[in-house]
Nanobody, 122 residues
């Protein structure tokens, strides 16, 4: 099974930046090479944030974060990152790393991390 562990969350002022990282460990499967970030704010459903294919050639972003967030990966280190710039209070959520077959907002993801809290204050 693929094990995912997020890090880098914290408290930041509006307009600031954070970089989240997701480290994969344990047995990996070739059918779950895509990586994605989701988030869930209090009282809201979990929502898609960004996804990236194995090669990095395919990326997808939610409209709410496009132009502010950048997803990237380092396959040699088996890590995926989410650079978050120009943060807004509405970005406050628990952010989850996920692994699946397709780098698609509507795809099903098979493995999930425990989540890391991002809080953006005004």
């Amino acid at each position: 099974q693929v094990q995912l562990v997020e890090s880098g969350g914290g408290l930041v002022q509006a307009g600031g930046s954070l970089r989240l990282s997701c480290a994969a460990s344990g047995r990996t499967f070739s059918s779950n090479k895509a990586r994605a970030w989701f988030r869930q704010a209090p009282g809201k459903e979990r929502e898609f944030v960004a996804a990236i294919s194995w090669s990095g050639g395919v990326t997808a972003y939610a409209d709410s974060v496009k132009g502010r967030f950048t997803i990237s990966r380092d396959n040699a280190k088996n890590t995926v990152s989410l650079q978050m710039n120009s943060l807004k209070p509405e970005d406050t959520a628990v952010y989850y790393c996920a692994a699946g077959v397709l780098a698609d907002p509507k795809a099903s993801y098979n493995y999930w991390g425990q989540g890391t809290q991002v809080t953006v204050s005004s």
